[in-house]
């Protein structure tokens, strides 16, 4: 099915919501479409203007991140002051409300962005880190306080003087531990998982729905565009997060 051909009926959204409604221990799952509308773009989209002359090795890799810092530095800088100055949408309003009405609900995200926990989700996996927070390039478990005013670019670890690094997973770094477990377990005990804007392309996360699917959870997904998830799918609704999810999970 084609991106501009996909539709979705009435029906669609009324078994979806059905399922919405009943579910027991619904996990929502979500990309970087959740906050395409809150303007922010994907990776690729990121690098333009000044940026476009770089690729990800050299901007989201320890690797590029060694080879120049205050580079990799100014890179993040940027994509954090466009994180702070956007605000949440309606699909993470949608998501909020719905655990505040499923307090069982589990918010698992691949994005770096802070939005779900400005929007109220109280409890967010966030399987790829956060751009919000730093930590020292050596791994040594000082604390970074004070590092927004550190005029060195980067700041340094207030231990061990190594440079800090954002806290996001960069290509070819294991995901955290703690939150790809927790998350494993979410998806093994869920009676519903809606997938929203995510191209399921990045491993391990893409693995979740297919776990989830296999542990007999219904999957409902929330994409403009076909995805593989697509295929063990029970309802997709093809169309924006912030126009599907507050019809989809509104009270
Ligand atoms: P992706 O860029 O691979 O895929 C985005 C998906 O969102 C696509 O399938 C697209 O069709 C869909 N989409 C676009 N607009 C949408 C909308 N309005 N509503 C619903 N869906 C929409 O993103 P990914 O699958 O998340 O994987 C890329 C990696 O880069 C992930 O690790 C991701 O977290 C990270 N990333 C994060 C952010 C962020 O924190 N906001 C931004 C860019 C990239």
């Known amino acids: 099915m084609s991106g501009a051909g ?13 399922l919405a ?27 333009t203007g000044l940026w476009a002359q770089y690729d990800p090795e050299q901007l989201a890799t320890e690797a590029g991140y060694r080879n120049d810092p205050a580079l990799v530095w100014r890179w993040y800088a940027s994509r954090r002051e466009r994180i702070a100055q956007a605000k949440p949408n309606p ?8 655990g505040r009405r499923k307090p069982r609900l589990q918010v698992i995200t691949q994005n770096v962005d802070g939005l779900h926990q400005r929007a109220g989700s109280a409890d967010v996996i966030e399987l790829h880190g956060s751009i919000l927070r730093v930590r020292c390039l050596d ?4 604390q970074a306080v004070g590092w927004e ?25 294991f995901l955290p531990e703690a939150a790809l477990a927790r998350a494993q ?17 990045v491993y391990p996360a893409a693995e979740l729905p297919f776990s989830a699917r296999r542990n007999g959870s219904e999957v409902i ?7 593989a998830v697509d295929e063990i799918a029970r309802v997709m609704l093809a169309g924006k997060a912030g126009d599907l999810l507050p019809r989809l999970l509104g009270a």
């Open 149 to 173: 005013s550190d005029p060195r670019v980067p700041p340094l670890c207030a231990r061990c003087s190594a440079p800090l690094r954002p806290d996001v997973v960069w290509f070819g770094e």
């Open 21 to 47: 409604l009943h579910a027991e221990r619904p996990v929502v799952f979500t990309g970087a479409g959740v906050s395409a509308e809150s303007g922010i773009p994907t990776f690729r989209d990121a690098l």
């Open 91 to 98: 699909a993470h309003d949608a998501i909020a409300d719905y």
């Open 221 to 227: 997904t929330v994409n403009p565009e076909s995805t």
């Open 139 to 142: 791994g040594c478990a000082g």
């Open 6 to 18: 996909r539709r979705s009926s009435s029906d669609d959204l009324i078994l979806a919501r059905e």
């Open 185 to 201: 377990r979410a998806v093994t005990e869920c009676d519903l998982m809606i997938v929203v804007g995510t191209s399921a392309l």
